[in-house]
């Protein structure tokens, strides 16, 4: 039986295996500045090489697109809200969005959203709970 | 560098052959596109073969198989949505070289039905719904969105695309669906993925396209002028950085390069297209490369639409086929199945639907999967 029993859903995820805790994991080219997630061999901006370093991705940002998902593949419920987000100080996300209608007029450019982690109800081949993202609205003010 | 001219093309009338393989529908392609050109499958001397579904498959040498196996290089080719553009190309650019004076490309798919499956990333784990969409729909609805977000682009005006394409499908007897649809049917029509309908997305039929591709010399020595069509641009690029790829494939800088680059190469613009058959596999999509092929300002797309500009008749018609959404959209075959409706007009064969005396068009295509990445190709060709 292994002492870790988390994972994480994605590369440019974190996920601490004992608790769970996740962190989003973000690189930033010292040579042109890019943000993108996780890790590349190179820059994709600029190609320039040893130049990524580790980038703490913010946690929140503003709503660049969406769409409602009413026919997805077998077994998916539906609708659920794609959205992507800007990520404050870069980085672009995409994730789906909960506690939220699924109506367009309600979604509007730059509608504040945070990103927060959550176990899925999957788990990898050595039982490990898989651990993602999801999106929800920043609570008005 | 020798001029790369379009001598004979064909494609099956797309559709549902549930009792034929792949290569049997390409065979068929080939043979309706040697035929147009009355040449026989001894006059080719290499062969770029085009399917995506199937790129394991050596589809080139089965379709040999079927229509003479003369034991020239085949080249299988797989770029997502923009195979047979890219297999096309191959031909195009071997022509070019000097290396062949004719060679044939040809572009098949067949398809399942419903939505299109993608690779997935982590070994495992089921992504979609829990992080957002890996569906085709979703992505171009993505798109759509982004464009509404900065322009004020309407649910109505991305509609108003399917009912454009579809009136035009019932002047193309090669089109799988062939019947007008009202401005409210589209809007009523299932929503798939907000705000393409199930009428604004492209269907999944199986069909294949074939062309042959001679040398100036070679065209001029068989005689076959009066008929051919030269090749102004035949370029092929794929996905820069942008930055929201981490989000969604870029399907618009992809192809803005390519048109810049065809533009160049073809020493000419926008303005001197008579039609234009372009990747409409989501009735958002349109809109998007009206302003990514330059055919309209910033932000303009939707009065282009409202306008009737780019409808039969209009002054930049787009998609007289009946495009993706009604042709349907055999990935491998799609590509070429584009560069057939613009030459039917560039020859002045395209019946009730013809642009009147048209001289130049342009076709293009742009593929992608989801988190991986796109490829792009803008073919102008000239009449003589």
């Known amino acids: 039986m292994t002492e870790e029993t988390f994972s994480s ?133 | 560098m020798t001029s790369a001219y379009l001598v004979g093309i064909d494609m099956i009338p797309f559709g549902r052959y549930p009792h034929r393989s792949a290569a049997d529908l390409g065979a068929e392609a080939v043979l309706l596109a040697l035929d147009d050109a009355g040449l026989s499958i001894n006059d080719i001397q290499a062969v770029y073969a085009g399917t995506h579904l199937m790129a394991n498959a050596l589809m080139g040498q089965q379709i040999l198989r079927q229509v003479g196996e003369t034991g020239v290089p085949i080249v299988n080719v797989a770029n997502a949505c923009a195979t047979g553009a890219t297999a096309f190309r191959e031909a195009v650019l071997a022509v070019r070289a000097g290396q062949y004076q004719m060679a044939l490309a040809v572009g098949i798919e067949k398809m399942g039905r419903g939505l299109l499956e993608v690779p997935r990333g982590i070994e495992g784990f089921s992504e979609e719904g829990e992080v957002a969409s890996l569906t085709p729909p979703a992505m171009f609805s993505h798109l759509g969105i982004e464009h509404a977000f900065k322009y004020g682009t309407t649910f109505e005006q991305f509609a108003k695309v399917a009912v454009k394409n579809h009136h035009h499908s019932t002047f193309n007897p090669k089109a799988f ?131 009737g500009v780019t409808a039969a008749g209009g002054a930049m018609p787009v998609n007289l086929s009946g495009g993706l959404l009604s042709k349907g959209h055999p990935l491998g075959a799609t590509g070429i199945a584009n560069i057939y409706e613009v030459a039917l007009h560039l020859r002045h064969e395209a019946g009730a639907r013809q642009v009147p005396d048209a001289q130049i068009a342009l076709t293009h295509v742009v593929g992608g999967i989801p988190d991986l990445g796109s490829a792009c190709a803008i073919h102008v060709l000239e009449r003589p």
Do not use: W
Request: aromatic share 6%; proline share 5%; charged share 20%.
């Open chain 2, 177 to 307: 669906s062939r019947r007008e649809t009202p401005l409210e049917e589209v809007m009523a029509s299932e929503m798939i993925s907000y705000p393409n309908t199930k009428l604004m997305c492209s269907i999944n039929v199986d069909g294949a396209a074939a062309a042959v591709v001679a040398s100036e010399g070679m065209m001029r020595r068989l005689g076959l002028v009066a008929r051919s069509l030269r090749i102004r641009a035949s370029v092929l690029t794929s996905n820069p950085f942008v930055l929201s790829e981490d989000a969604v494939t870029d399907f618009n800088q992809v192809t803005r390069n390519c048109a810049r680059l065809a533009y160049e190469a073809a020493a000419l613009g926008p303005d001197d297209l008579d039609l234009v058959e372009l990747h409409d596999c989501f009735a958002t999509a349109e809109l998007l490369h009206y302003e990514n092929l330059g055919l309209c300002g910033e932000g303009e797309a939707g009065s282009l639409i409202d306008g």
């Open chain 1, 9 to 141: 859903a994605f590369d440019y995820i974190k996920v601490h295996p004992k608790s769970g805790a996740a962190s989003l994991m973000g690189s930033r080219c010292r040579s042109c500045g890019t943000v993108l997630l996780g890790a590349r061999r190179a820059c994709p901006a600029c190609c320039a090489r040893e130049s990524l370093e580790e980038f703490q991705l913010a946690m929140a940002g503003s709503l660049r697109s969406f769409t409602i998902v009413h026919r997805s593949y077998p077994g998916v419920q539906t609708p659920f809200i794609a959205a992507i987000v800007n990520l404050d100080g870069g980085g672009v996300l995409k994730g789906t969005l909960r506690n939220f209608p699924a109506d367009p007029m309600r979604l509007s450019r730059g509608l504040r959203l945070r990103v927060q982690f959550a176990p899925t109800d999957q788990r990898d081949r050595e039982g490990r709970t898989f651990v993602c993202h999801h999106l929800e609205a920043e609570p008005a003010l």
